[in-house]
């Protein structure tokens, strides 16, 4: 297993001159306000590609898929040539290359994966996005790839596996690494960043109720974990600055199959290279 190289333990920031643009729109008004933190909040950040991630990107077959149901495109990854088949699903501004390390020890004990990068992220078009196009993406990618043994999801991307899962998606095992859970407190969360008033958050779900339908918190974690029968390992660390530990537990109190395994030290995102983690996935995908 390759040693790990990642160091993210710091939550990201949000840059000052959007916190104080943030406050002189809300000055101005609220409904522009909740207009510009629905903006903020759909779109992703695109990272350049990692040098540690370089070589699942070169020795994947690569290929633009098209989701019907939400009209967008998508990078898909191809990586190995197993017919044993594992979908990684990766988080908020992350990248269909994101879960290396985890797909590189999963090829080596026989297995194949399909990962993607999300719309409006990687190499994907589009600026911005939301769950829903994650869920919609993965149904599709189970219909033109599937079936597949296990899903593993991390942060949004372990949220999405979870709503998936509830939408029809059919695998043996999950793995949710880092995941959130309850929709209000991820928005909560993000109107507290930009330094806004707290009743921002529930007009920014209310504004994406009436652009999407349906209520926010029927996609929370929880929610679909109470609905999920399969096997399905919770990975959290417990100081992670982004993701509070506590969405984790509360995810795996509601499973009915559920396994915990709580880390300490690597964040939100060392947790995706760290061997002992990965050899827990290894472990509760063979068992």
């Not at 797909?103 to 190499?123: N, Q």
Request: aromatic letters at 8%.
């Amino acid at each position: 297993m390759t040693k790990n190289t990642l160091n993210h333990t710091k939550p990201l920031k949000i840059p000052k001159i959007i916190i104080l643009s943030s406050k002189f729109i809300a000055f101005l008004s609220t409904k522009w306000v909740t207009l510009y933190a629905s903006k903020l909040f759909t779109t992703p950040i695109k990272h350049r590609l990692p040098k540690r991630e370089i070589r699942m990107d070169k020795k994947s077959v690569q290929k633009m898929l098209f989701i019907p149901s939400i009209n967008r495109k998508i990078n898909v990854y191809e990586y190995g040539n197993s017919s044993k088949k594992i979908i990684l699903v990766h988080g908020w501004s992350g990248r269909g290359t994101q879960l290396c390390k985890i797909a590189d020890e999963l090829i080596y004990h026989g297995y194949s994966t399909i990962s993607f990068d999300a719309p409006a992220h990687g190499k994907s078009p589009g600026n911005s996005t939301i769950m829903v196009d994650f869920i919609a993406s993965i149904l599709e990618i189970d219909k033109q790839f599937g079936p597949f043994e296990v899903a593993i999801g991390h942060s949004l991307g372990g949220m999405s596996v979870l709503n998936a899962i509830k939408e029809g998606l059919k695998v043996e095992k999950a793995i949710i690494i880092g995941s959130g859970d309850i929709v209000q407190d991820i928005t909560d969360d993000f109107i507290a960043k930009l330094e806004l008033e707290p009743q921002i958050s529930s007009l920014l779900c209310a504004h994406f109720e009436k652009k999407y339908g349906g209520k926010m918190d029927d996609y929370s974690a929880y929610k679909a974990a109470q609905t999920t029968l399969i096997p399905t390992l919770v990975v959290h660390d417990e100081n992670d600055p982004e993701v509070s530990v506590k969405a984790g537990l509360h995810i795996y109190q509601h499973l009915k199959n559920g396994e915990l395994m709580i880390t300490k030290g690597l964040g939100h995102r060392k947790i995706l290279a760290d061997n002992q983690v990965i050899e827990k996935i290894i472990t509760f995908i063979k068992n």
